[in-house]
């Protein structure tokens, strides 16, 4: 699910990037109040065993296929929601960072779909409410799997409203709901199995874990959940008034913004450089005069898509040239150095 | 598992690259994504100028090519598909190469690609020349709250840790269950359990470690460089060169040349 730099717009990722840092800010100022330095090394550690769990697959019964665990609702349920959601913030940066799952730019829509849902809105809508009465084996796998399940399917569901609204793809958004959300249902189904079998074998082991991070993150119950739902809602009438403005038959972002400014998004037809390349351009060329002139209005264009790909790859070879030439270069001084 | 390091070793090189400042390495980053992935899905020729980019920056850092690329290709499935329905469902004809006919639905999912590829190798760059701890101190220059930064060091520094751990752990299971593809999922639990129990305790000696060294909730950093002239050069040059790049077609014009 982690999505990638390329499959957002600039309008989006940077919209997501700001709901996601919003989360952060009030998860870390929320835990600077309750947390206690005790546990900074265990939140560290505990985004170290996710990452590692997440490497670890288990073969799912029966399908001959594999899968793995994402670690939101299990974080939270050990750790209590805003240290949980910190965590899985630091690992979704480092994976990004360095395993190039996920970009820089998408890091935002990430946190949001990975980790706002499982850990600040239904773990505590959830999983809280089905454990309140007490902990026993069956009430933590019901509450494991039921919470997992609507964790993913939410998540799921804003990766396809985020390529959607940043004109990516072109499939019509009733396919891709129908495609994402039953594959999710099916993979938060196991993984709120496993999710659950990992909490009952802590909880067996080494019950004062679970019952401690149960009693100390008690969320004050008026507050926040409000301002959870105050978030959410704000992020809804975010999506549904701001998003649609991006959708991909309109300017994309940046020309948007410059529409804006400048009240046109070709700022570069009116600049000195363009009309002199565009002289040069009609003495020298030879692609416009040898192919295109003659056959009217309707060729140029396509005169003007082949000089652009003829370019395109010209500039590739360039810029494959120009890194080698600094190679060699370097090369040759360590050489006579 | 165990490359896991290969990319922050890479970070120690000495090249101008890696001493020019981490903040400003940063915001060329993020403005080359930007500039990027702000490009229209069927503008691919447009696009190619920003190989240089990548290139140039490889060339100078003197990073090899071989395990940027192997990183980069986890990266293309999920584009891969998401793309792959624009060739379906977008087929309105874009142009014709000799008698190959070419819908928009190719050109934009191979725009997808592309900006794949050439945002990966910008962030993959950045991490090759820069060390964590480095971007740490900036993240904190930048107000960012501590107790993100300590989460951010702390969970990196214990991942090859676990990751071993694990791995041994998973041998010792394989070695048992011989015909086993992965661990079967009625284990899992008590698996990744035990795995827990374990980091619980590691985490308390840890702190007790940290305690005895002084931690007191604070951690320490080294004062980072100030950003001198050489920075203010490259991100001024870079920056200008980037956004040219993006405003105007220089492929075209280069195409049009010839």
Redesign the interface.
Known sequence: M?????????AV?GLMLAASAGA??YS??K??DE?D??K??????????I???Q???????GT?S?GH?GGGILLAA?LGPFPAF??I???L??Q??????G???ALGANIWNMGFYACLLIYPLVFKPIVKKGLNPTRITVASIVSVVLALSLGAFSVVLE?LAS??????FVTFVGLMIPIHLAIGL?EG??T???????YK??PE?LESSFQKTKLPKDISIKKVLGMLLAFAVVVGGGVSLFA?ANP????WAMQNVTGTTE??AK?D??TN?ES??ET?????DYTFKSSGDDGSA?G?????????????L???G??????AI?RKKEKSA | ?NT?NS??EMAEGNTIIHHLHPMVKLIT??LY?????????YN???L??F??YP??L???S?IPYKPLLK??L??LP??FF??L??I???QKL????GTIPVSY?VI?FTT??V??VF??MA??I??ATTS?PQ?SYQLLAIKV?K??V??????????S???E??SNM?TAYILRAPD??????????????????K??D???N??YA?KCRG???NYLYAKPNKINQIDWTYLLVVGVVLLLM?????????????
């Open positions: 982690h999505m990638a730099d390329a499959l957002v717009s600039p990722g952060v800010a870390a100022y835990c600077k947390l330095e005790k900074i090394p265990l939140m560290g550690v505990m985004g170290a065993v990452f590692a769990g490497m670890i697959n288990f073969t799912i019964p001959g594999s665990i050990l910190l965590t913030t630091a690992v940066l480092i990004a960072l360095f395993f190039a799952d970009g820089l730019l390529t004109g990516i793809t072109e499939l019509p196991v199995i496993v659950g079998g990992i909490l009952v074998f802590v082991m080494r874990l991909s994309d972002g940046l020309e700022l570069e600049g450089v363009y390349a040069i351009q020298t060329a030879f692609l416009p396509v003007t898509s082949i000089s652009g790909l003829v370019g395109g790859g010209i500039t590739l360039l810029a494959g120009t890194g080698y030439l600094i190679y370097k | 598992m896991i990319l922050e980053t993020i994504l930007v500039l990027v992935i702000s490009f229209d899905p691919i020729t447009g190619m100028v190989a240089f290139v140039i490889m060339a100078l003197e990183r980069m986890v990266a999920f584009s998401a793309g329905s624009n379906i469902f977008d874009a142009m014709m190469i639905g934009s997808i690609i900006k794949t945002t990966v962030v993959l950045l991490i964590l971007i709250p107790i993100i300590e989460q951010i060091m702390l969970t990196y520094r214990y991942i840790v676990l990751l751990q694990v998973y086993a593809k992965g661990i079967k999922m009625k284990d899992m639990g008590i698996f990744v359990g035990q795995l827990l129990l980091s619980f590691r985490a308390e840890i702190y940290m931690y007191d909730g993006r405003f105007f077609n220089l492929s075209q014009i280069i195409g049009s040349f010839l």
